[in-house]
């Protein structure tokens, strides 16, 4: 059963986000965009949003939750 929480938070986390990225880059929303630029001069800079995978963390957690309530009524 632990391994099905692990999986499915993992899941939720990377659909979430994938998702609040997409959208971001879609329409141009730059609160949701995530980028990489390695036009600079001095080497690598990355630049973006952490806010989707922040959401995306809140997220998993209530899946978590989620699923430990189902378990417990599923046990009754």
Known sequence: MMFKK???GLLAFF???GI???VGNTFQIEILMFQFY???SDG???GGSLIPFGIAAVVTY???RWCEKRKKVVLE
């Open 62 to 64: 209530l899946v978590g």
């Open 15 to 17: 659909v979430v986000s």
């Open 20 to 22: 609040l990225i997409f």
């Open 38 to 40: 390695t036009e600079t």
């Open 6 to 8: 692990v999986l499915l």
């Open 44 to 46: 690598f800079e990355a």
